[in-house]
């Protein structure tokens, strides 16, 4: 799908994260995991007038069994379905390869994540700057990871390492490469908290700040407490602008089945109309909260010049 046949308010993450800062509110970026639940994502925001972003990572893409087209014709689909008018952003998360990148892109995605953080920092810049070129010419936004962020559940990395970003080597890698948005890494984790609990490092957020005009983001936003994630993005000066929510999602999916194990993707397609709608009544519900309580987007759509 080109840019010019995307509907009005299918915008980039760039734009999106324009309007979050200048507002002091953050956008969620909701992993619906299985595209049966896309339109409970975009339904939550229609309801609560609040812009979103609906992504999918390059390791959930294999382990649901979908493909970027797949997501994509599902997003659109719903979009034109559900009359959705507020604005939003289809992203690829986590993602390595450029193939896959370009899959997404040619599926009418407008805003990819490279990421390069386990490789050293020459590794890194020379990934996302290919990547920025290729996208940027196709009017594509690109995101970018500067130190690793933590995981406990290996559904969108491998790696449970955690390395904290450095503010100077931030400012470097965002002239280096030109990304519209960087993944820092300051102390949340991708999904469930269990042993280790959730910090922010708000200083080193403000030093990152400080230093580079590009967009923040926080990854693992699944479990973190309200008033910890909206003093990020209310910091003096602009603070983080998307969060990443993607277990809480897939638990009050689970929940709602009385399931505790997860599904492929085909599997949830084949679930009864009234299942289907006991599943989607959760998501919808918990993607709601969020936008009202935690990253406090909820009325904030009509900001946005379409």
């Not at 972003?53 to 294999?62: N, P, V």
């Amino acid at each position: 799908m080109s840019n010019q046949t995307k509907p009005q308010n299918v915008i980039t993450l760039k734009r999106a994260l324009e309007f979050a800062e200048a507002g002091r509110f953050a956008i969620g970026s909701f992993s619906p995991r299985y595209t049966p639940m896309i339109a409970a994502v975009l339904q939550a925001g229609q309801e609560a007038n609040s812009p979103l972003i609906a992504q999918i990572s390059h390791k959930e893409l294999i382990r649901y069994g979908i493909t970027p087209a797949e997501f994509g014709e599902e997003f659109y689909c719903q979009l034109g379905e559900l009359n959705v008018t507020v604005p939003v952003v289809l992203h690829l998360d986590h993602t390595k390869e450029l193939g896959t990148i370009a899959e997404a892109i040619d599926a009418g995605f407008t805003s990819v994540m490279i990421d390069a953080s386990e490789k050293p920092f020459d590794g890194n810049v020379k990934d996302s700057k290919e990547v920025v070129d290729y996208a940027h010419a196709k009017g594509v936004s690109v995101e970018a990871e500067l130190g690793m962020i933590g995981t406990t559940d290996f559904v969108e990395t491998d790696k449970d390492e955690e390395l904290y970003t450095d503010p100077r080597e931030a400012a470097e890698f965002v002239r280096l490469t030109g990304v519209d948005a960087l993944a820092v890494s300051c102390g949340t984790a991708h999904g469930v908290y269990n042993v280790k609990q959730p910090k922010i490092d708000y200083d080193r957020l403000s030093a990152i700040r400080a230093l580079t005009p590009v967009h923040l983001v926080l990854h693992g936003g699944s479990g973190v407490p309200a008033e910890m994630m909206q003093h990020a993005f209310r910091l003096p000066g602009g603070g983080v602008s998307k969060v990443n929510i993607a277990t809480d999602l897939e638990l009050s999916l689970l929940a709602a089945l009385g399931r505790e194990e997860r599904m492929s993707n085909v599997e949830c397609r084949s679930l009864s109309p009234e299942r289907l709608a006991l599943g989607r009544g959760a998501v919808k519900g918990t993607v709601i909260d969020k936008m009202q309580h935690f990253v406090c987007s909820a009325g904030h759509a009509d900001r946005f010049r379409l």
